[in-house]
């Protein structure tokens, strides 16, 4: 699977959009982009995933850039719960287990 | 998706004792997965648990330290052996993820220190 890198830390101001960025320059054609978020004690939480195209749910939108090397999540509405660390995996379609590099944490404040 | 549990939350233990985690999932899943999170760092994988099978494991993860066993389609328990400080840690369980694109989903963890 290929590398993601991501900035080890990020602020950002409690309403305003949150957005992560993540660098997978050797991805290859068949590897899917997955976020996950880790809030304090809890365990990973998937936030999206995608191949291609951008993709959104109810919790972020995923920006793939056309080449695919890079990828941008993005949290429109950041509440001080949102507060966590944020993991850019890159994973084939057919694999299985996931390579949780650091990540990046995320603080939203007041 | 699959709502995950696992049991016990957390546990302190003796060195050289063993703790057994049991991890429950509400559905049927070809798949489980066991993760370790050491203190301040990310998610190791330590084994991949397929109902009827041999556990296959990482490198650096042994199956006489830590032996799985995978029952049932919804279930599975990873037991730490002979425990010493250095496996205090969070031990996460998590399903899923088979197929294209397929996510996982996690529990939220057992807690473990030794004293």
């Known amino acids: 699977d290929a590398k993601t890198t991501q900035p080890p830390s990020m602020d950002c101001a409690e309403g305003r959009a949150a957005n992560l960025p993540c660098n997978h320059s050797?991805?290859?054609?068949?590897?899917?982009v997955y976020w996950y978020r880790q809030i304090h004690s809890q365990g990973p939480q998937y936030i999206i995933h995608?191949?291609?195209n951008n993709e959104t749910n109810e919790m972020a939108s995923l920006i793939i850039t056309e080449d695919r090397k890079s990828s941008t999540l993005i949290l429109p509405h950041a509440t001080l719960r949102d507060t966590a660390v944020y993991y850019c995996i890159v994973r084939e379609y057919s694999g299985y287990a996931l390579n949780f590099g650091k990540g990046t944490s995320l603080l939203v404040t007041p | 998706s699959a709502v995950i549990s696992q049991k016990p939350s957390r546990d302190i233990c003796q060195r050289g004792t063993s703790l057994t985690i049991q991890c429950q999932v509400d559905s049927q899943v070809t798949m489980m997965f066991w993760y370790r999170q050491q203190p301040g760092q990310s998610l190791t994988l330590i084994a991949t648990a397929n109902q009827g099978s041999e556990a296959t494991y990482e490198s650096g993860f042994v199956i006489d330290k830590f032996p799985i066993s995978r029952p049932n389609l919804t279930f599975s328990t990873l037991t730490v052996s002979n425990l010493s400080p250095e496996d205090s840690s969070i031990y996460l369980c998590?399903?899923?993820?088979?197929?294209?694109?397929?996510?996982?989903?996690f529990g939220d963890g057992t807690r473990l220190s030794i004293l």
């Open positions: 998590s399903v899923g993820g088979q197929g294209p694109g397929q996510p996982q989903h």
């Open positions: 995608g191949l291609k």
């Open positions: 050797t991805i290859s054609g068949n590897e899917y």
